[in-house]
DNA sequence: TTTATTTACGCAATCGTTCCCGGAAAAATC
DNA sequence: GATTTTTCCGGGAACGATTGCGTAAATAAA
């Protein structure tokens, strides 16, 4: 009943050929006839012989598959990296397999040592929000095993990095809330051990210097599970409107958060732009329909997935130890509601 | 530099024993005298053996990943049904392997293909929109691979299946837009032969019928790329625009086509709900924050990728070929806005 | 003490593929 | 016609793990 693949076994013996000769006619060519070339060739076509890829992996060690680990792909910024990992990936004959972390640590690991378990030849991984211990990253990364970090970077760790200009993002972003009138900006961010929080804030906090304007640390909150939980973002919200003296302006550093705010904003009655203005990160096709358009950063996603899978083949395919690691920055764009 | 797992035989040498003792002390153990047993045990600890997957793989001929092909994971219903996918695979030990078809009968094909060659032990599939031609799919199934189909149904293949009832799901979507007082309901869907096109327009008529409103066909309006390309809605809800009577509602088969007929509407500057009704499926969680907050019909996403998984991991590790296949039916949910 | 049984382990085949090595036949050279 | 070179192909090991079979030693039964 179970369909059995032809093998190269299959075709030998139908010819009245060794194995050898098969596999041989089927790549080198040159050492073999071309009448016996052709005659493999037909008879492996006529088989619909595809040769078994884990024999091959077993032989050469590698199994042309990449691991992929986010936080979520529900997310428009990752589900778009992913069609440009794919895309890359795909072209090259790799196969890609993507995991979630959920912003677990825990998750994250477990699925580490799966997929490390599982033989991939490289891993791309945005951290999670809740990774702060990098022993295992490190540990693999020590085997010689090919990591690229892309968006949620990890400095220590050295090896090839892909993320946007997130200082400037953030700053532009700031800059617009700024010049749309706003004095008090607070600031919805991730949790404090990510790069690309410490790198959003610090473009934010830039901007408002820049403007003569110095706020409390307060109105800086940071959200451990970078918008997972719903009440997470809420309680930010809430803490913000129950500040001493009260922000006028919120800038969200990431797409949850963004969306997360617009929803508590909602909740407490507060109109966007009129009683609070809003912008944050997002990559979300749907934020022109909402129902406060607001103007986003957004990421060249597909791009960073392109690029940063480009790196890991890259790695994966040269011969030597790599040292000269490249960290590629991207550009975000500011995007306004019409 | 590149690192080497620990083998089998790596153990047996550094012990002086043979493979077939170190295998087994590792698995039977009742043949293999304790001490020796706890011998092989503290080193392949020590080692941090592992067994190869890819030799296992080889030898098992089944590789424990399982394969996962839907149109678009950027997809709010898709990505959804994958953690469900995710959550009962990953905890019966399996891969779970995401591809993309993009709405694209040939991307599905060579997408279908690469994942069989890659010996997937099974198959999950929601077709796409374009597939009308079944034969690369009627072959795997012929020779005994084991598939199961979600959301999107092939019903000409015998095996197991998991939808949601679309009918009485569109029949209460067009009932819910019927209560609201709008007579004349157009309704734009997905490619027609697609099994939820045929199911959810039959739910659409069946609640016209009920309400003794008859219809031209005209008013359905069918989106072979099922809203992939944009301008596909745009031109579909401008046809019924022009209707020389023009409905007074739509009714949106899909995530995607619910969302592209708002922002078709928003930019013809129709007024949801007071210029035109709108109701659709939808599994988007930023439904609520719409300019125009619609009623949804919300599929059980998520539960529909496990009761999916556990029928795929229930005919790969049966015995014997399964010839009694199961058709799960799901109940959709209406959203309404607070 | 002899025979039968168990215990504990090794040998070798197997999965599908590649590739080094060796060798016969054909072709080219002298 | 004899030698060298080329062409073309087969044998067999290897990748890492499992497993049926064989067998020596240890133990039990007679």
Redesign the pocket.
Same mark, same amino acid.
């Given at each position: 009943m179970k369909y059995? +693949?032809a093998?190269?076994?299959d075709i +030998?013996q139908a010819l009245?050929? *060794? $194995? *050898? $000769?098969? *596999?041989?006619? =089927?790549?080198?060519s040159?050492?073999? *006839? +071309? +009448? $016996?070339?052709q005659l493999v060739l037909d008879h492996a076509a006529q088989l619909n012989?595809?040769?078994?890829p884990?024999?091959?992996s =077993?032989?050469?060690?590698k199994s042309r598959s990449i691991g992929v680990i986010v936080s979520e792909i529900a997310n428009s910024f990752f589900s778009q990296t992913i069609n440009g990992i794919e895309s890359v990936a795909n072209e090259k004959g790799y196969t890609v397999i993507i995991s979630q972390s959920h912003e677990s640590f825990e998750k994250e690991v477990s699925t580490l040592q799966y997929l490390a378990s599982r033989s991939i030849d490289g891993l791309l991984i945005s951290v999670s929000s809740a990774t702060k211990d990098l022993a295992p990253l490190k540990a693999l990364h020590q085997y010689g095993f090919p990591i690229v970090f892309f968006d949620r970077i990890v400095e220590e760790i050295a090896t090839h990095q892909v993320r946007v200009d997130n200082f400037q993002g953030a700053y532009n972003a700031t800059t617009h809330l700024l010049q749309q009138g706003y004095q008090r900006i607070g600031c919805i961010t991730n949790s404090a051990h990510l790069s690309i929080t410490r790198e959003r804030v610090a473009g934010y906090v830039a901007a408002l210097d820049k403007a003569g304007i110095r706020l409390p640390a307060s109105l800086i909150k940071y959200c451990f599970h970078g918008g997972m939980l719903q009440e997470e973002v809420a309680d930010a919200v809430q803490e913000l409107l129950q500040e001493k003296k009260r922000p006028d302006a919120i800038f969200a550093t990431s797409d949850k958060l963004t969306t997360g705010c617009i929803r508590a904003l909602k909740k407490a009655k507060l109109a966007i732009p009129e009683d609070m203005g809003l912008t944050g990160f997002s990559n979300s096709d749907l934020i022109e329909l909402l129902y406060a358009p607001i103007t986003v950063v957004r990421q060249p996603a597909f791009e960073m997935g392109q690029v940063a899978t480009e790196l890991l083949l890259q790695l994966i395919e040269s011969k030597r130890p790599v040292k000269d690691f490249e960290t590629k920055v991207l550009q975000t764009s500011l995007i306004t509601p019409p």
């Open positions: 059995k +693949a093998t190269i076994k +030998a009245g050929l *060794s $194995t *050898s $000769t098969v *596999s041989r006619a =089927l790549r080198d040159h050492e073999i *006839s +071309a +009448a $016996t070339r012989y595809h040769p078994n884990i024999a091959l =077993l032989k050469e060690k």
